[in-house]
Every structure is written in C-alpha cells, then in structure tokens.
Nanobody, 124 residues
Framework: QVQLVESGGGLVQAGGSLRLSCEAS????????MAWFRQAPGKEREFVGA???????VYADSVKSRFRISRDNFKSTLYLQMNNLRAEDTAVYYC??????????????????WGQGTQVTVSS
C-alpha cells in the first residue's frame, strides 16, 4: 500500500506562483514513476506532468514552459512548482504513483495510488 498526501494549494492571482507537495509513505520507491494530474469542474482528469526513476520529466504541452516537477527521494516527496499561473490552471491537483512499471505515463488508468487532491484557484 502507498499513501499520498498533497499540500500547498490555495488562491493566487494570475501570473503568480505556487508550489505543491506530495508526501508518499508506505511501500514507496524512488524507482516508481510519480505524476501530477488535475481536474477542473465538469472536465476529465488530465495529465500535468510526471517524473520517472531516472529523474527525467515529461509535461503536458499546456504547462511545459511554466511548471516544473522535482522529487526529494530522501523525504519521499514530490513537488510541482507552478509559475505564471493562469485562470485555466484552476483545478484540483492530484499526485499519483504505482509500484509497477508505468508504460503510458500520461494515462491516469495506469496509476493505482492517488492522493486526496489539493485545490488551486487562480483569479484573473
């Protein structure tokens, strides 16, 4: 079992920044892929970005130049640094992971373990 707890969400003005954290506990491993997804009201949960065992990162086109994912393996914590936030970034943000090899890191159904989510609201 893996437990994930997100934090760091809040209300920010457009153009501002936030850093989300996701603390993992239980059967975690630095070799597991960890990802961020988000879900806006009335929309499907969508991929934001992910980090694989090597430290390489992949991002959705909509956030590629503005968001950055990192992880602290000693603290078992995943981060999402969000800069130049836009109103369309408003959503509940979730971290996800899975102990098995994730073949399609952008596919939410590849991940069995999810956090409870943290709300990010960007005012325009």
């Amino acid at each position: 079992q893996v437990q994930l707890v997100e934090s760091g969400g809040g209300l920010v003005q457009a153009g501002g920044s936030l850093r989300l954290s996701c603390e993992a506990s239980g059967r975690t491993s630095s070799r597991n892929t960890m990802a961020w997804f988000r879900q806006a009201p009335g929309k499907e949960r969508e991929f934001v970005g992910a980090i694989i065992w090597s430290g390489a990162t992949v991002y959705a086109d909509s956030v590629k130049s503005r968001f950055r994912i990192s992880r602290d393996n000693f603290k078992s914590t995943l981060y999402l640094q969000m800069n130049n936030l836009r109103a369309e970034d408003t959503a509940v943000y979730y971290c996800a992971t899975d102990p098995k090899r994730v073949r399609d890191i952008m596919n939410r159904y590849e991940y069995d373990y999810w956090g409870q989510g943290t709300q990010v609201t960007v005012s325009s």
